[in-house]
């Protein structure tokens, strides 16, 4: 605004904010006041950003876990009474359509060594489960969840025996409406930030008015009773 006014002297005379070689003490004070809320504002403004970046990542990897493990209690309920491992996945191939649509995710079912049998999902799938997962879920850890990015994520599924029969791949989709959300929530709070910015640039230039106008009435005095008693 400055750069402006010194180049085309929009502002009355009474806000003449302008660069100079002689910038008034008043323009001075002006112009420190309102960087220094311009920078508090965006100081204020990124942490706000930062902090609910965070907040939408956390609250969607909970969202995700939840999802994992109630298709993960799903399938266990639907074959805890099949005694046979390969007839399980059978039937775990067949209705992989129903649960993906139950569910409203893209799944895929891999055999006891991680080869892909079946998938719903029209995207490229991983043809292998990750091998860290085939290897911890063989030795007898079936908690194991095993997250490859923020979209996907593959667990074992066990029967009646130590090793699974199968594990299960889940494309999780991303929550664009609380993302939209938070978004239109950032929005409402960036325009209240322009508007308390134009408040307090008006303020600081009236704070530099006051301080500077008994010096500009000393100095005009300073200035007259030099030329009476000359």
């Given amino acids: 605004l400055s750069l402006v006014n010194t180049k085309y002297n929009i502002l009355p005379d009474n806000l003449a904010v302008k660069f100079g070689a002689r910038t008034s003490l008043k323009t001075k004070i002006q112009l420190a006041i309102i960087l220094l809320i311009l920078f508090t504002f965006l100081i204020i403004g990124a942490i706000t950003g930062i902090y609910f970046k965070n907040l939408i990542e956390a609250n969607q990897t909970i969202k995700h876990k939840e999802e994992t493990i109630s298709i993960s209690n799903n399938i266990r309920s639907d074959i805890q009474n099949f005694a046979d491992d390969e007839y399980a996945r059978t039937f775990l191939s067949s209705k992989l359509k129903d649960l993906s649509f139950i569910h ?4 895929s079912l891999y055999d006891q060594n991680g ?13 292998r489960i990750p091998y860290s997962l085939w290897f911890a879920s063989n030795h007898r850890n079936k908690q194991i969840y095993n997250v490859v990015n923020d979209q996907k994520e593959f667990f074992p599924i066990y029967l009646n025996e130590a090793r699974p029969l199968a594990f299960v791949g889940i494309e999780h989709k991303s929550y664009n409406a609380s993302a939209g959300n938070i978004l239109d929530f950032l929005s409402t709070i960036l ?10 640039g008006s303020i600081a230039i009236t704070i530099a008015n006051s301080i500077t106008q008994p010096l500009t009435i000393l100095a005009e005095i300073s200035m007259l009773a030099f030329f009476l008693f000359r």
């Fill in 115 to 127: 080869q892909l049998i079946s998938s719903t999902s029209s995207s490229m799938v991983s043809m």
């Fill in 191 to 200: 325009n209240a930030y322009i508007f308390l910015f134009l408040i307090a």
């Fill in 104 to 107: 409203d995710k893209d799944l």
